[in-house]
């Protein structure tokens, strides 16, 4: 079976785990903060703070921005659910945006739109709007930004896809376009660290509050203490934070694997054209590229045209697995999962990422692909179309 997602594991990245496992440190030492100074700087953020996946890193994003009860957030409709549960963990409201129709991110029409009905009909408007980059590619962050001035949302980029994407000439992660932006290292994304997630981030003041909720909510940090005279084994509970730390063995590994970024994501995109070429002429939309920026290429989702395939999604999908191909389908937009419904959420609110997620079919991409497994790919996808 070719999976339609994989991690790249080198000898270099086994070494760097082996040489943390023999070292003093296993949790908490120098790799944390290497492998953070390592985005931070790669990114153009002043500041990373890694935790142990991105759905706490979305989590404790939000608590940094006063999410709580009676609180909203908006989320991309298609999307991964933990966009939207890191808002329910915090006891706020969540909702959803439809899906821009070429580039399946958030639609900056329909979020304005959403804005102009709320604030006529006296509806709560959104305190935290946060955009996915789907598959790898920057939603329309200018666009979103100006409505969070002109509307007073803060903004949360949740660029799981994305680390090593390009937007409007800098590096996705740089802030430029919102408060902060969350990375996920699981094994199917661009890097990994078995699993990790990281918050970038550009003020001090949002850096330490998150270094604070990963670890407890406990400080050390003699100014900050409200007992100066304790002793030297005193820390406070400063706020109620978690245990969401990634360890040094972690860590070590994202090092290594951050030192090939460029070439992984370099292989993403050679793929993805070469996918380009290879599906032309097929019943099938092949994902499209805002010039305003360059995928990562985490998923590379072509859209299968039912009518005129004249078969449905689920008879290539069954097509592709049976050929051995590891397809997926990202993503049943998350307001129609049960746990979603029994909030009030019904089918409809989002006609484009419903229509979207009826067609959608993931083909495998992650850096080791070669181009033979490639071909193999290309072949099934259009056994399965003949
Ligand atoms: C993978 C993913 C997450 C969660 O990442 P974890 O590191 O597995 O917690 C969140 N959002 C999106 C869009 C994702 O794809």
Redesign the pocket.
């Known amino acids: 079976m070719i999976p339609y997602g994989r991690q790249a594991i080198s000898e270099a990245d086994i070494a760097a785990v082996v040489e943390v496992l023999r070292s003093d440190f296993i949790t908490q030492g120098p790799q944390i903060d290497r492998f953070e100074q390592n985005l931070a700087a790669y990114c153009g953020a002043a500041y990373g703070v890694a935790v142990?996946?991105?759905?706490?890193?979305?989590h404790i994003a939000c608590m940094a921005l006063d999410v709580g009860p009676g609180k909203m957030v908006w989320t991309a409709a298609n999307?991964?659910?933990?966009?939207a549960n890191c808002a329910r963990y915090c006891g706020a409201d969540v909702d959803f945006v439809d899906t821009d129709s070429d580039t399946y991110n958030m639609s900056v029409p329909a979020l304005k739109a959403k804005l102009e009905q709320a604030r006529a009909a006296g509806r709560k408007l959104p305190d935290v709007v946060i955009p996915?980059?789907?598959a790898g590619q920057s939603p329309d962050m200018k666009g979103i930004a100006a409505l969070g001035a002109e509307y007073g949302f803060r903004i949360i980029e949740?660029?799981?896809?994305a680390v090593g994407g390009d937007y409007l000439g800098g590096k996705i992660g740089n802030c430029r376009y919102s408060d902060m932006v969350?990375f996920?290292?699981?094994p199917?994304?661009i890097l990994t660290t078995g699993?990790?997630?990281m918050v970038m981030c550009r003020t001090p003041e949002l850096s330490k509050a998150l270094r604070l909720l990963r670890s407890h909510g406990m400080t050390r940090v003699a100014e900050d203490l409200e007992r100066k005279d304790e002793g030297p084994w005193y820390y406070e509970q400063a706020l109620l934070g978690y245990n969401y730390r990634i360890t040094d063995i972690q860590a070590a590994l994202g090092n290594s694997q951050f030192s090939r970024i460029d070439e992984f994501v370099a292989r993403r995109r050679e793929l993805a054209a070469r996918y380009d070429r290879l599906l032309q002429g097929l019943p099938l939309r092949t994902p499209l590229q805002h010039p305003d920026g360059k995928s990562a290429f985490?998923l590379y989702p072509i859209w299968i045209d039912e009518e005129a395939a004249g078969r449905s999604r689920r008879a290539v999908f069954d097509a592709l697995r049976a050929a051995g191909i590891g397809v997926n389908v990202?993503?049943i937009p998350v307001y129609t999962q049960p746990d979603y419904r029994k909030l009030g959420f019904q089918a409809g609110l989002c006609p484009n990422a419903e229509r979207y997620y009826a067609g959608a079919i993931s083909l495998p991409m992650y850096a080791a692909l070669s181009d033979s497994e490639q071909d193999t790919v290309v072949a099934a996808v259009r056994g399965a179309l003949a």
């Open positions: 142990c996946n991105a759905t706490a890193a979305l999307t991964f659910l933990a966009s996915v980059h789907f949740d660029a799981s896809h969350v996920s290292f699981h199917v994304k699993e990790g997630g985490h990202h993503y």
